[in-house]
T-cell receptor, first 113, second 111 residues
Framework: EPEVTQTPSHQVTQMGQEVILRCVPISNHLYFYWYRQILGQKVEFLVSFYNNEISEKSEIFDDQFSVERPDGSNFTLKIRSTKLEDSAMYFC???????????FGSGTQLSVL | ELKVEQNPLFLSMQEGKNYTIYCNYSTTSDRLYWYRQDPGKSLESLFVLLSNGAVKQEGRLMASLDTKARLSTLHITAAVHDLSATYFCAVFGDSNYQLIWGAGTKLIIKP
């Protein structure tokens, strides 16, 4: 079965630093997403991306966050100035339309110190 | 605003027993997902339910969808320890843009 690939699997950073989380969605999928999950809590929607632009974003996705699909394969989430409360597992996902199956990557555990 | 509620949030049961997890959502939707998550791991797709009356089964798990009642159920038959995990339901609204998640049901199955 095809996979969504995320790197790194773990990222430790100091508060105020910028981080970039990387994802390679499945190649023929059209919709891409970032979600996050704080330890022990529910999964939260951050942003969806379609046709090379943001289609919807949540209240969490403020000016500190940005997404890019720079080269047609990678899909990145940037946090410009990390806060302690950004510590979470971040999941990338892509949607196989028609079948309507949503594939998740293995996640990046971000720890902000 | 689309809301998704699961219950129970925590379930401890003995092996061999049957039980049902419920997922209610607040607005119309034609796509409901069930995922499994083991501690520290990613989200494993279990079922995609796309129409009213849809029923899908995989091993000891069976999921159903009633779009009129805005209710999905995940039924566990003759539970085994390996099914211990957190189970999430999630619903798309009227677009592909935002998947809204329930809080999850932590299932512990004791030998």
């Amino acid at each position: 079965e095809p996979e969504v690939t995320q790197t790194p699997s773990h990222q430790v950073t100091q508060m105020g630093q910028e981080v970039i989380l990387r994802c390679v969605p499945i190649s023929n999928h059209l919709y891409f997403y970032w979600y996050r999950q704080i330890l022990g809590q529910k999964v939260e929607f951050l942003v969806s991306f379609y046709n090379n632009e943001i289609s919807e974003k949540s209240e969490i996705f403020d000016d500190q966050f940005s997404v890019e699909r720079p080269d047609g394969s990678n899909f990145t989430l940037k946090i410009r100035s990390t806060k302690l409360e950004d510590s979470a597992m971040y999941f990338c996902a892509s949607l196989w339309t028609g079948v309507e199956k949503l594939f998740f990557g293995s996640g990046t555990q971000l720890s902000v110190l | 605003e689309l809301k998704v509620e699961q219950n129970p949030l925590f379930l401890s049961m003995q092996e061999g027993k049957n039980y049902t997890i419920y997922c209610n959502y607040s607005t119309t939707s034609d796509r409901l997902y069930w995922y499994r998550q083991d501690p520290g791991k990613s989200l494993e797709s279990l079922f995609v339910l796309l129409s009213n009356g849809a029923v899908k089964q995989e091993g000891r798990l069976m999921a159903s969808l009633d779009t009129k009642a805005r209710l999905s159920t995940l039924h566990i038959t003759a539970a085994v320890h390996d099914l211990s995990a957190t189970y999430f339901c999630a619903v798309f609204g009227d677009s592909n843009y935002q998947l809204i998640w329930g809080a999850g049901t932590k299932l512990i199955i004791k030998p």
